[in-house]
């Protein structure tokens, strides 16, 4: 499996994530509304952000990770859980307006670091 580089406070970010098997992940302008309503909740504490574009079946956020003093205590450690409860927030509420169950998006999302 291959290592999954760990998000760092002060640095800077393009996170990915795809639809599962491609499937569309956004499928109207309601979609696009409520996931950029659920990203300024629950990425807001940790990182600024920069830049999101959503694509049908795909996105990408460019952040900058906060300063480790201005994170939350309980995401210190674990600066990718909000990103991971922003697309399983999203995924349930998708599922459930669109009748479906199971994974919107592929395994983990992707990121990758910006040097400035």
């Known amino acids: 499996m291959e290592q999954v580089k760990k998000l760092e406070a002060n640095q800077s970010y393009i996170i990915t ?8 992940i956004f499928r109207d302008q309601e979609n696009c509304r409520y996931f950029t309503e659920l990203m300024e909740k629950h990425i807001h504490p940790v990182a600024k952000i920069l830049d999101c574009e959503m694509h049908l079946n795909r996105l990408e956020i460019k952040v ?36 479906r169950t199971g994974s919107l998006f592929r395994v983990r999302f992707k990121r990758e670091e910006i040097i400035e």
């Open 64 to 99: 900058r990770i906060r300063p480790v003093e201005e994170i939350p205590e309980k995401y210190k450690t674990k600066i990718y859980q909000p990103f991971s409860n922003l697309f399983n927030s999203y995924t349930k509420a998708f599922n459930k307006r669109y009748d």
């Open 17 to 24: 994530h795809v639809g599962n098997n491609d499937e569309l």
